[in-house]
């Protein structure tokens, strides 16, 4: 298997990608930091950039894998599995 097959049976990668890497990632359904782009055009420094999950700087997210981390993924993609 090539590593172009990988990323796109494992990844989920579009098949037709844009041209734009912000593009590529926002198809791929990402939520960015809100700080990203003071971060990313030296305004603002790594220790104040707020987290996409939970947006604290620095992050507070519940452990990695835990019935809160998952929530707030879904509270961030405006999913409510719960149904609540
Ligand atoms: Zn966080």
New binding site residues.
């Given amino acids: 298997m090539s590593a172009e097959d990988f990323t796109r049976t494992f990844i989920a990668a579009p098949a037709d990608p844009p041209a734009d890497p912000v593009a590529s990632v926002n198809q791929l359904g990402a939520v960015w930091s809100p700080d990203f782009d003071a971060y990313a055009s030296g305004q603002l420094d790594i220790s104040r950039v707020?987290?996409?999950?939970?947006?604290?700087a620095?992050?507070?997210?519940p452990p990695f894998g835990t019935p809160g981390y998952f929530a707030?993924i879904d509270l961030r993609h405006g999913r409510n599995p719960a149904g609540a």
């Fill in positions: 707020r987290c996409a999950l939970c947006q604290h620095p992050c507070d997210c707030l």
